[in-house]
């Protein structure tokens, strides 16, 4: 298999035969996998990427429908590719082997063409470089109108970065032509390169030595005067010292072959003295790995001299800035004869250098006696200026705490450029490149472990080295380190080292780990409290130490204002920022994270000054706080949003304190912001609940109730409520509740004989209670266990005293919920017909009675019934209405059982291939949601179907899938009729 993103996206397959792109937004999804090179990208992500800041309410669902296009797609590719696509984390990676994309074999074909030319292998250099130049296919990431796909605004600014680096890589393959044999062919191509890059002076050059080297003096003369008129006119700059020399030597008359001496250095202005080469740079890491996208990029923006070029490499402690700072150095340091310098600035830790002493140091450095130097910080950036106009050198600030010291140290004429780093954003320092630093890939993080302690450790291990990255969330400082602790121990196993940090990281005690992590020099640890002690301010400390409290990696602002209890927090914030403390976490609304491991060090610091949150202590105030401002919010949204059919009214109380600034937000969209915030809501609840506000946490768990059952949030649902049954409680109506929660999370997931037990211990201690409510509600949901274990008489008889319960009470509600029940439960006892009249009797209830989850729910179930009366039409029919209803309020779960309806209903018209697809649609998001129910059901129909049409090597494995789905779930009926499927396949595939 093979995709090609340099240029329109194509797919190959493995025999080679081009594979259709799907059209419109499923294409742009597969370009924006791409370049993530296997890296997880969140749903979230991915929808604001495709539909902007606000998308459509159906945009969950759209995106689970191009996700299974484009696993389709892979698995027409190659066997099995469509597992290349997967779920992970909250949401997709594609995996490709770095063969299988031209984005990484380009990247790789670009190192070894640059290895070979700078160890002098000219021939090896330009046909290694000239097969990645001609791997582009046009603008990168672009599209094409034939395709039919949207423009590339997914990937813009990578696709700008790429473009600059192909340019480079292009003048980097002629130049090594150009070393091996100049070719007439290579003229006409440089002139139309440069009519698209007129004033880009590398061409220009280049350009000139072809012509120079074919013996047309003339036109290499011509292309100078040409090259010098643009510059002038567009840039109002003369050409550069390479072109002038160049020129030069043309004049008078040279070969290009002719060794040029080494000119004497043109006479130094009044009282500058004659500067000294100098080369400063420390030792390159000779098993530096990782960063090609950024080491390409850089060294052709640092090349650029004409004018002063900086570039600053921005990051958190541990990023490795200094590391890539020094490789680049070194990378282009043949591109600055006149020499390199290197200083630290102490922004790292250590003694932070003063401008003026630093200028006192370069320019003793640079040849001048300390008596030439003069005292005030202006006279000697003057003098720094004047040493290095006209020259050309690479000055590489390292730590630098502020753009303040930063610009005394600038050269002043162009030629020169400088790259700085820092721990601090550096914002109002003017760059011509930026590049801030996170963490490595996983792809860069196993390189770098390969080089340190060899590649056949790695391939030994390949798991376990992931999983040994993923405990260092890639920051390379600690993914170095547990290299060297391995490369020191040639005998141990990577397994014995995940055994030991996943102790550690399981640890109470969160700083364990970070001890791990340190080696010699290598401490992750000191780094990081380097960082925070730079802060001034108490409050910003305060804010940082209890960012940990949350338990999650990333939070909005009204969270972290809630836990530093600061006023005035924007400032704050900003000044977390800018210290790569916290980073801007891209999701749909506003939030930050902190690295795992930074994390574990506020934790740390946050156990030792703000003591405990279970004790009485400024750490439980703060909780307290977040715990107040997350039950408002969530009130807002429970407000905002259907009242849920199948959970009970919320226990109370009602959250009374005061409700952040996010209200409006809240309010606008609830379902959105649920879904963003909810990892931050189940971590809050869950720490709150072993603080011993459990009565409240459990109002607020039910508040939430509708989003978690419309999202399908099984994992979410289940570990709250285990979480709160963990506790005794004497209060019996709060037991009950909880019971009930934890009897829908088992529904959820499928686990219906489980769910059955609960459900029915629910109902007799409602029914001791007094609560008609919850007794209806429990009977239904008990009748929907039984129904689907096979035990139809029970169910029978269950949903009608449900039936009667509700009506007793006046709820509507909770009748429209048993009469559905009952409909159903006599749609499978045969009774197709009684199952229609009471679904349509349920129906007219919920039609019009401001209840759209309740009437989808109910119209499903009628399409069902009139598929069992083979009412075709108006089984289609009904089921669009379920799916415009469950597409309006994004519920995917619900959503994927009426497309599996719908593919029964073709099943049954004989459409066997439209029945596949809409089975194979609904494997995939149940997969992905946990529903194992669901994922048996479609798994079954999608065998039958396969059968249907004479492929029994197909359905066998799926209908084996189903019977154990169903036997692990209890469900013994629907695992006899699966056994029964799969013993006719069986007899089928043999026969075969």
Same mark, same amino acid.
């Given at each position: $298999?093979?995709?090609?993103?340099?240029?329109?996206?194509?797919?190959?397959?493995? %025999?080679?035969?081009?594979?259709?792109?799907?059209?419109?937004?499923?294409?742009?999804?597969?370009?924006?996998?791409?370049?993530?090179?296997?890296?997880?990208?969140?749903?979230?992500?991915? $929808?604001?990427?495709? &539909?902007?800041?606000?998308?459509?309410?159906?945009?969950?669902?759209?995106?689970?429908?191009?996700?299974?296009?484009?696993?389709?797609?892979?698995?027409?590719?190659?066997?099995?590719?469509?597992?290349?696509?997967?779920?992970?984390?909250?949401?997709?990676?594609?995996?490709?082997?770095?063969?299988?994309?031209?984005?990484?074999?380009?990247?790789?074909?670009?190192?070894?063409?640059?290895?070979?030319?700078?160890?002098?292998?000219?021939?090896?250099?330009?046909?290694?470089?000239? =097969?990645?130049?001609?791997?582009?296919?046009?603008?990168?990431?672009?599209?094409?109108?034939?395709?039919?796909?949207?423009?590339?605004?997914?990937?813009?600014?990578?696709?700008?970065? &790429?473009?600059?680096?192909?340019?480079?890589?292009?003048?980097?393959?002629?130049?090594?032509?150009?070393?091996?044999?100049?070719?007439?062919?290579?003229?006409?191509?440089?002139?139309?390169?440069?009519?698209?890059?007129?004033?880009?002076?590398?061409?220009?050059?280049?350009?000139?030595?072809?012509?120079?080297?074919?013996?047309?003096?003339?036109?290499?003369?011509?292309?100078?005067? @040409?090259?010098?008129?643009?510059?002038?006119?567009?840039?109002?700059?003369?050409?550069?010292?390479?072109?002038?020399?160049?020129?030069?030597?043309?004049?008078?008359?040279?070969?290009?072959?002719?060794?040029?001496? !080494?000119?004497?250095?043109?006479?130094?202005?009044?009282?500058?003295?004659?500067?000294?080469?100098?080369?400063?740079?420390?030792?390159?890491?000779?098993?530096?790995?990782?960063?090609?996208?950024?080491?390409?990029?850089?060294?052709?923006?640092?090349?650029?001299?004409?004018?002063?070029?900086?570039?600053?490499?921005?990051?958190?402690?541990?990023?490795?800035?200094?590391?890539?700072?020094?490789?680049?150095?070194?990378? !282009?340091?043949?591109?600055?004869?006149?020499?390199?310098?290197?200083?630290?600035?102490?922004?790292?830790?250590?003694?932070?250098?003063?401008?003026?002493?630093?200028?006192?140091?370069?320019?003793?450095?640079?040849?001048?006696?300390?008596?030439?130097?003069?005292?005030?910080?202006?006279?000697?950036?003057?003098?720094?200026?004047?040493?290095?106009?006209?020259?050309?050198?690479?000055?590489?600030?390292?730590?630098?705490?502020?753009?303040?010291?930063?610009?005394?140290?600038?050269?002043?004429?162009?030629?020169?450029?400088?790259? /700085?780093?820092?721990?601090?954003?550096?914002?109002?320092?003017?760059?011509?490149?930026?590049?801030?630093?996170?963490?490595?890939?996983?792809?860069?993080?196993?390189?770098?472990?390969?080089?340190?302690?060899?590649?056949?450790?790695?391939?030994?291990?390949?798991?376990?080295?992931?999983?040994?990255?993923?405990?260092?969330?890639?920051?390379?400082?600690?993914?170095?380190?547990?290299?060297?602790?391995?490369?020191? =121990?040639?005998?141990?196993?990577?397994?014995?080292?995940?055994?030991?940090?996943?102790?550690?990281?399981?640890?109470?005690?969160?700083?364990?780990?970070?001890?791990?992590?340190?080696?010699?020099?290598?401490? /992750?640890?000191?780094?990081?409290?380097?960082?925070? $002690?730079?802060?001034?301010?108490?409050?910003?400390?305060?804010?940082?130490?209890? *960012?940990?409290?949350?338990?999650?990696?990333?939070?909005?602002?009204?969270?972290?204002?809630?836990?530093?209890?600061?006023?005035?927090? @924007?400032?704050?914030?900003?000044?977390?920022?800018?210290?790569?403390?916290?980073?801007?976490?891209?999701?749909?609304?506003?939030?930050?994270?902190?690295?795992?491991?930074?994390?574990?060090?506020?934790?740390?610091?946050?156990?030792?000054?703000?003591?405990?949150?279970?004790?009485?202590?400024?750490?439980?105030?703060?909780?307290?706080?977040?715990?107040?401002?997350?039950?408002?919010?969530?009130?807002?949204?429970?407000?905002?949003?259907?009242?849920?059919?199948?959970?009970?009214?919320?226990?109370?109380?009602?959250?009374?304190?005061?409700?952040?600034? %996010?209200?409006?937000?809240?309010?606008?969209?609830?379902?959105?912001?649920?879904?963003?915030?909810?990892?931050?809501?189940?971590?809050?609840?869950?720490?709150?609940?072993?603080?011993?506000?459990?009565?409240?946490?459990?109002?607020?768990?039910?508040?939430?109730?509708? *989003?978690?059952?419309? =999202?399908?949030?099984? @994992?979410?649902?289940?570990?709250?409520?285990?979480?709160?049954?963990?506790?005794?409680?004497?209060?019996?109506?709060?037991?009950?509740?909880?019971?009930?929660?934890?009897?829908?999370?088992? $529904?959820?997931?499928?686990?219906?004989?489980?769910?059955?037990? !609960?459900?029915?211990?629910?109902?007799?201690? +409602?029914?001791?209670?007094?609560?008609?409510?919850?007794?209806?509600?429990?009977?239904? +949901?008990?009748?929907?266990?039984?129904?689907?274990?096979?035990?139809?008489?029970?169910?029978?008889?269950?949903?009608?005293?449900?039936?009667?319960?509700?009506?007793?009470?006046?709820?509507?509600?909770?009748?429209?919920?048993?009469?559905?029940?009952?409909?159903?439960?006599?749609?499978?006892?045969?009774?197709?017909?009684?199952?229609? =009249?009471?679904?349509?009797?349920?129906?007219?209830?919920?039609?019009?009675?401001?209840?759209?989850?309740?009437?989808?729910?109910?119209?499903?179930?009628?399409?069902?019934?009139?598929?069992?009366?083979?009412?075709?039409?108006?089984?289609?029919?009904?089921?669009?209405?379920?799916? @415009?209803?469950?597409?309006?309020?994004?519920?995917?779960?619900?959503?994927?059982?009426?497309?599996?309806?719908?593919?029964?209903?073709?099943?049954?018209?004989?459409?066997?291939?439209?029945?596949?697809?809409?089975?194979?649609?609904?494997?995939?998001? *149940?997969?992905?949601?946990?529903?194992?129910?669901?994922?048996?059901?479609?798994?079954?129909?999608?065998?039958?179907?396969?059968?249907?049409?004479? +492929?029994?090597?197909?359905?066998?494995?799926?209908?084996?899938?189903?019977?154990?789905?169903?036997?692990?779930?209890?469900?013994?009926?629907?695992?006899?009729?699966?056994?029964?499927?799969?013993?006719?396949?069986?007899?089928?595939?043999?026969?075969?």
């Amino acid at each position: $298999m093979r995709l090609n993103v340099l240029g329109p996206p194509v797919v190959l397959d493995d %025999e080679g035969h081009e594979v259709p792109v799907p059209r419109g937004k499923p294409g742009r999804l597969l370009v924006l996998l791409a370049v993530r090179r296997g890296q997880t990208a969140s749903t979230d992500a991915l $929808m604001s990427a495709l &539909w902007g800041e606000r998308p459509p309410r159906s945009a969950s669902a759209n995106l689970q429908s191009y996700i299974s296009a484009l696993r389709s797609m892979l698995d027409a590719a190659t066997p099995s590719g469509g597992q290349r696509l997967r779920f992970d984390s909250g949401g997709y990676q594609l995996r490709l082997e770095s063969e299988e994309c031209d984005l990484f074999e380009f990247e790789q074909l670009l190192i070894s063409g640059r290895r070979a030319a700078r160890g002098g292998d000219h021939q090896r250099a330009a046909t290694t470089l000239r =097969r990645a130049v001609r791997l582009w296919q046009g603008n990168p990431f672009a599209t094409s109108t034939s395709s039919g796909l949207a423009g590339p605004a997914l990937v813009t600014g990578e696709a700008q970065v &790429w473009d600059e680096v192909w340019l480079t890589a292009y003048e980097d393959c002629v130049e090594a032509e150009l070393a091996v044999e100049p070719r007439t062919s290579l003229v006409p191509e440089l002139r139309r390169m440069l009519v698209e890059n007129p004033v880009r002076e590398r061409l220009h050059l280049l350009l000139m030595e072809a012509l120079w080297a074919i013996g047309d003096s003339a036109a290499a003369l011509s292309t100078y005067a @040409d090259a010098r008129a643009t510059l002038v006119a567009e840039l109002g700059i003369e050409p550069s010292t390479p072109l002038r020399d160049l020129h030069t030597r043309i004049l008078r008359g040279e070969t290009l072959d002719q060794v040029v001496p !080494v000119a004497e250095p043109a006479a130094p202005a009044s009282g500058v003295a004659d500067p000294q080469v100098c080369r400063q740079l420390p030792r390159d890491i000779p098993d530096f790995t990782g960063r090609d996208a950024v080491v390409m990029s850089l060294c052709a923006q640092l090349t650029d001299t004409d004018s002063v070029s900086v570039a600053a490499l921005t990051g958190p402690a541990g990023a490795g800035k200094t590391t890539l700072a020094v490789h680049i150095a070194h990378q !282009v340091a043949d591109r600055f004869p006149d020499g390199q310098l290197y200083v630290g600035l102490g922004g790292g830790g250590g003694p932070v250098r003063e401008p003026d002493q630093v200028l006192a140091g370069l320019l003793g450095n640079l040849g001048l006696p300390s008596s030439a130097v003069p005292a005030g910080l202006e006279d000697r950036a003057a003098l720094f200026r004047s040493t290095l106009a006209g020259r050309r050198v690479l000055v590489v600030l390292d730590d630098v705490v502020d753009a303040q010291q930063v610009l005394p140290l600038l050269p002043g004429t162009p030629g020169s450029t400088v790259l /700085v780093t820092s721990r601090n954003r550096l914002v109002d320092l003017a760059t011509s490149a930026r590049v801030e630093l996170g963490a490595f890939t996983s792809q860069e993080g196993r390189a770098l472990l390969a080089a340190v302690i060899g590649a056949d450790r790695v391939d030994a291990e390949p798991a376990v080295a992931d999983e040994l990255l993923a405990l260092t969330e890639g920051l390379p400082l600690a993914v170095r380190a547990v290299s060297v602790r391995l490369a020191t =121990r040639p005998k141990w196993s990577l397994g014995s080292l995940l055994a030991r940090l996943r102790q550690e990281a399981r640890s109470a005690d969160p700083g364990r780990l970070l001890d791990e992590l340190a080696v010699g020099d290598l401490d /992750v640890r000191t780094g990081f409290a380097m960082t925070y $002690m730079a802060l001034e301010e108490p409050r910003d400390k305060a804010a940082f130490r209890r *960012f940990a409290l949350a338990g999650v990696s990333d939070l909005p602002p009204w969270a972290m204002s809630a836990l530093a209890g600061s006023s005035d927090f @924007d400032r704050t914030l900003g000044r977390l920022l800018d210290c790569h403390l916290v980073e801007p976490f891209h999701a749909a609304d506003e939030r930050y994270r902190m690295h795992d491991l930074l994390r574990r060090y506020a934790a740390t610091e946050c156990a030792a000054v703000d003591g405990d949150p279970t004790a009485d202590s400024q750490a439980r105030a703060a909780l307290r706080r977040l715990f107040d401002a997350t039950r408002a919010l969530v009130g807002v949204a429970y407000r905002a949003l259907p009242t849920p059919a199948d959970w009970l009214p919320p226990i109370g109380p009602e959250p009374s304190g005061p409700v952040p600034l %996010e209200r409006a937000l809240v309010a606008d969209d609830p379902m959105s912001w649920c879904a963003n915030e909810i990892g931050l809501l189940v971590a809050v609840l869950t720490e709150a609940a072993a603080a011993g506000w459990r009565h409240e946490v459990l109002d607020t768990v039910e508040r939430l109730g509708g *989003f978690l059952a419309m =999202r399908s949030r099984l @994992d979410e649902t289940e570990r709250l409520y285990s979480e709160l049954a963990r506790f005794p409680e004497p209060d019996h109506l709060v037991t009950a509740h909880v019971q009930y929660g934890l009897a829908m999370a088992k $529904m959820m997931e499928g686990r219906l004989a489980e769910a059955a037990v !609960v459900f029915g211990g629910c109902a007799a201690r +409602f029914d001791q209670l007094g609560e008609p409510v919850g007794l209806a509600h429990s009977l239904t +949901f008990l009748s929907f266990c039984r129904n689907y274990e096979g035990r139809t008489e029970d169910a029978d008889r269950l949903a009608r005293r449900a039936v009667a319960v509700s009506a007793d009470i006046g709820d509507t509600r909770c009748r429209i919920r048993a009469l559905r029940q009952l409909g159903a439960v006599s749609v499978t006892q045969g009774r197709a017909q009684d199952g229609v =009249r009471l679904l349509e009797q349920a129906l007219e209830l919920s039609t019009g009675a401001g209840v759209p989850d309740v009437e989808a729910m109910v119209l499903s179930s009628l399409a069902k019934a009139l598929a069992e009366t083979r009412e075709l039409a108006r089984a289609d029919e009904v089921c669009r209405r379920a799916a @415009d209803l469950l597409d309006h309020l994004a519920q995917p779960a619900a959503r994927a059982y009426v497309r599996l309806i719908q593919g029964e209903i073709a099943e049954l018209r004989g459409e066997h291939r439209s029945a596949i697809e809409a089975a194979e649609t609904s494997l995939w998001a *149940f997969r992905e949601l946990g529903d194992r129910r669901g994922e048996a059901s479609a798994g079954f129909r999608l065998a039958a179907n396969e059968l249907r049409l004479g +492929f029994p090597v197909r359905a066998v494995p799926l209908l084996r899938s189903a019977v154990r789905i169903f036997d692990q779930l209890g469900l013994r009926a629907l695992a006899r009729q699966a056994e029964d499927a799969l013993a006719s396949a069986t007899g089928a595939l043999l026969a075969h």
